[in-house]
């Protein structure tokens, strides 16, 4: 087995958006509009055209010098290394598309196709119709389409091969046998499929590749020689360039100039011209697939890597920027790239003078990288053949490689270790938290056994670190799971050298387990602040994202809505995740997003999120289970039939017992007693409700006791709130205990008091977005809100929206939903001026709604109006 890896796809958003872009011209790129016309012919007369051929033929350059032709109608996808799934292939295509909207107004509509919709047939059929409304095709390029492998002609980019708009045009681009994948679309038609044969430079444009405007005039190398010796192949034919060459061979076949042949060129004259330090720059880097400046420093023990990255890219020396960085950004320095023939080549060359050279290269770059990229390290480690370094690295960081990287990836990398480091105890444990996070249970315990037996009773220090963390993964025991919580924070506290990064994904962890396990919620919701303050400060982007996206989440669980609120703010469009990581991991925001409409009492957006989680393939079970509960309690809520069918649907694939330490039964029971509630079966809700004895769910505890206040027992529904413990100080929980509290103290004639504890709710609801709470509660509610209103509050327009009686029968069913917000404020101590102010009317318009409430009503007062209706 392979010890090798993928390569990391780059954390940076500038990383992400190259792949939706053309990649830049680079210096010496040959215009040619005779291979230009080909890829139009190709895509004018077929719906599907293939460009395939090795690598150094100059396919991307190539194409995307047509595609500068083609006035802003092309779209484009560069494939990376995790791209052969077909839901991810998928949703890249649509953010792909997305990119042609503005090109065309009838495109707008590709901006509201949701890319984490992908897999399904809905999202075909709107791209179908988008495209197939178009006068003329628009393009899509699929580039290094061979990365796609079999999910290439599955999934949505499956479907539009197949079936798609003739509007839209599919260019792929790639090596290997691509149109042999496609040879159902294309065979029969040998102007859709260019191959080599046509990249291949033909002696005019090897004239003008050996024609460089930038050198003394010399004479010129005899193109029919170039081309005789390199059969036109571009990368050689650029070596020759480069080398001056006057008299090349002309021992190779035309069309299969050989890797030796290449080799030559570089060592006999593209290197022997070179000046000494370039030379050893080419040698020295061309282990690493991507450069920095101060990676660049560490292999060639030189100060002035910048200048000569400089020097190389100036002399046309097969060296591309690939990235310019952020310079704003920690860590948001320059990279750069060898044209990866080259770098093999010269790799080659190291070998034969030096045959250490390629080992230590590695190994600079493996200790250089530990830090900031940790799957970089295990790569060049692998490389240099340090299977002891390997497996060092996966114990100190495999934190963070799962949180930000590839499960799987690492999985293979542990399995691929030599012996005796594929069975060390740590190293076992790692692999048992990735088969439980790729949801193999069985497997995880087996690997989880072996690590311990093979432990024996004196662990080494590895394995004493190493367990804690991974229990935070596989124990379901919430009290096991808090203790081996603090075994992983003291270690944090106490070890002066930790890194910084592991630091921050440490916190990252345990903030994690807190939320998936109950545990102290203001100390999970610290946890996971401090984490994205610490990943902020070392440039760690992809972890900074997904903590402030598990905390959005654990903010709205908490009832800070505000704050959750603030949070998906700050991440914007990042909000969205589809890079892989924890299999418990995806949804939250989705969620978050929910729960925030949920409790602002706008269930319809509350559902549109709650759907999205439970259709979204990438949600984890865990956030699917608990957008299905909330689905059913917006559905009650909304008195939806057709929303509480599709909850009950849904609530069919919850466990039925505990997992990862959520009581799923009981939230089942909660969703259950509210579908049985708004069905008009409240005996059998209250019943539901009065099993419940959990004092460690405050959602549930707090939907039962409204059930059993509105039932007429407030006293029982505050004995319930009041003994949630530590979840007291929840909002929606101390809202909801304030405003029961209020309830009982009304009832025995304490008038001032409920009125004190009704002002305090009212404060925390208005401050928290709370109105879920107050609107739409029993009779009782309503009249201890319409009491308050009368004597005069902060809050009157949520208390007036809460004193609103039903709109479903009375006088008030026949006022528009604006009328109902007029008269909500009707009944408030407000202006007509500050009515209209903050309704966003003007006086005029409140006068003619004012009009109409009176007239619908049959009274002639604001306070007749009031009165009517409670």
Request: glycine fraction near 6%.
């Amino acid at each position: 087995m392979s010890n090798t890896i993928p390569s990391p796809a780059s954390p940076s958003p500038t990383a992400a958006a190259r792949r939706y872009a053309p990649p830049r011209p680079q210096p010496h790129t040959l215009a040619r509009p005779r291979l230009h016309d080909a890829i139009d012919a190709g895509v004018r007369a077929h719906r599907i055209t293939v460009v395939r051929a090795p690598s150094g033929f100059g396919k991307t350059s190539a194409v995307s010098g047509w595609a500068a032709r083609q006035h802003d109608r092309v779209a484009w996808l560069s494939l990376g290394t995790y791209d052969d799934e077909p839901s991810r292939l998928g949703s890249r295509v649509i953010r792909a598309l997305q990119a042609l909207a503005p090109v065309d107004p009838r495109l707008g509509p590709l901006a509201s196709v949701d890319p984490a919709e992908a897999g399904g047939g809905a999202v075909f059929d709107a791209l179908h119709d988008v495209f197939a409304a178009l006068d003329e095709p628009v393009h899509l390029v699929i580039d290094d389409a061979q990365r796609a492998d079999a999910a290439l002609i599955t999934g949505l980019l499956g479907a539009l091969i197949e079936s798609g708009p003739e509007q839209l045009r599919l260019l792929f681009v790639g090596t290997g046998a691509l149109d042999a994948r496609l040879a159902r679309w294309t065979l029969g038609a040998p102007d859709a499929v260019l191959t080599d044969a046509a990249l291949a430079f033909d002696a005019a444009e090897i004239a003008e590749v050996l024609t460089d405007p930038d050198t003394e005039p010399a004479p010129a190398p005899d193109p029919a020689a170039v081309l005789a010796a390199t059969g036109g192949w571009p990368i050689a034919v650029q070596f020759a360039r480069l080398a001056g060459l006057r008299h090349p061979r002309t021992d190779t076949t035309a069309s299969h100039a050989t890797a030796a042949l290449l080799r030559d060129y570089v060592r006999d004259n593209v290197m022997r011209d070179l000046p000494e330090d370039l030379r050893r720059l080419a040698l020295d880097t061309a282990v690493c697939e991507e450069l920095t400046v101060p990676l660049v420093e560490v292999l060639t023990e030189r100060a002035d890597a910048a200048s000569l990255l400089s020097r190389a890219l100036r002399s046309g020396l097969f060296l591309s920027v690939v990235d310019d960085g952020d310079p704003t950004h920690p860590g948001g320095t320059t990279t750069y790239r060898w044209h990866p023939l080259f770098a093999k080549l010269c790799r080659t060359i190291s070998d034969e003078e030096d045959p250490g050279r390629n080992a230590r290269a590695h190994r600079a770059a493996a200790r250089h990288l530990e830090h900031d990229d940790p799957f970089g390290a295990i790569f060049h480690w692998q490389r240099a053949d340090e299977p002891a370094d390997v497996a060092r690295v996966i114990t100190e960081h495999w934190v963070r490689i799962v949180i930000e990287a590839d499960t799987a990836a690492l999985d293979r990398i542990c399995a691929a270790l030599p012996a005796p480091f594929d069975n060390d105890p740590a190293v076992l444990l790692i692999r048992a938290c990735a088969a439980d996070i790729m949801g193999a249970p069985h497997a995880a315990r087996t690997f989880l056994a072996q690590a311990v037996a093979r432990a024996g009773n004196t662990p080494d220090a590895a394995f004493a670190m190493t367990l804690p963390r991974a229990q935070l993964f596989l124990l379901d025991d919430r009290a096991a799971l808090a203790a081996a919580a603090e075994k992983v924070h003291d270690g944090i506290i106490t070890d002066t050298q930790l890194d910084r990064h592991v630091h921050a994904a440490l916190l990252f962890l345990l903030g994690w387990a807190g939320m998936r396990h109950r545990l102290t919620p203001a100390r999970t919701i610290d946890q996971l602040r401090t984490a994205v303050t610490e990943a902020d400060a070392v440039g760690d982007e992809i972890l900074a994202t997904r903590a402030r996206r598990l905390l959005s989440f654990t903010l709205a669980w908490a009832g800070a809505l505000r704050d959750a609120g603030r949070v998906l703010d700050r991440l914007g469009a990042a909000a969205e995740d589809d890079r892989p990581w924890l299999a418990n991991g995806g949804g939250a925001t989705t969620v978050a997003m929910g729960i925030i409409a949920y409790w602002a009492d706008e269930y319809e957006l509350a559902a549109r999120h709650f759907i999205r989680a439970v259709s979204g393939e990438r949600a984890a079970p865990s956030f699917r289970g608990v957008a299905a509960v909330m689905l059913a309690l917006t559905a009650a809520r909304a008195h939806d039939d057709r929303l509480a069918a599709r909850a009950s649907i849904e609530l069919d694939t919850l466990p039925r017992g505990e997992r990862h330490g959520v009581s799923w039964g009981a939230f089942r029971d909660l969703a259950d007693a509210a579908l049985a509630d708004a069905r008009g079966r409240t005996d059998d809700a209250v019943a539901i409700a009065e099993r419940h004895t959990a004092s460690n769910l405050p959602l549930v505890t707090v939907i039962f006791a409204e059930l059993i206040r509105r039932a007429g027992d407030a006293e029982r529904a505050l004995e319930m709130l009041r003994g949630l413990g530590p979840y007291r100080e929840v909002t929606y929980v101390r809202a909801a205990t304030l405003l029961t509290a209020a309830l009982v103290q009304a009832d025995r004639g304490a008038d001032r008091l409920a009125h004190e504890l009704c002002e305090q709710a009212l404060e925390i609801g208005d401050r928290e977005g709370l109105d879920r709470l107050f609107v739409g509660a029993e009779p009782a509610v309503r009249k201890l809100l319409a009491d308050h209103l009368q004597r005069g509050t902060a809050y009157e327009e949520l208390a007036a929206r809460g004193a609103r009686p039903a709109a479903t029968s009375g006088p008030i069913s026949m006022l528009s939903e604006r009328e109902r917000a007029v008269l909500d404020l009707l009944g408030t101590r407000k202006t007509a001026g500050e009515i209209a102010e903050s309704l966003h009317v003007s006086v005029n318009t409140l006068k003619t709604h004012t009009r109409s409430i009176y007239r619908k009503l049959g009274v002639n007062s604001r306070e007749e109006a009031v009165q009517s209706v409670r």
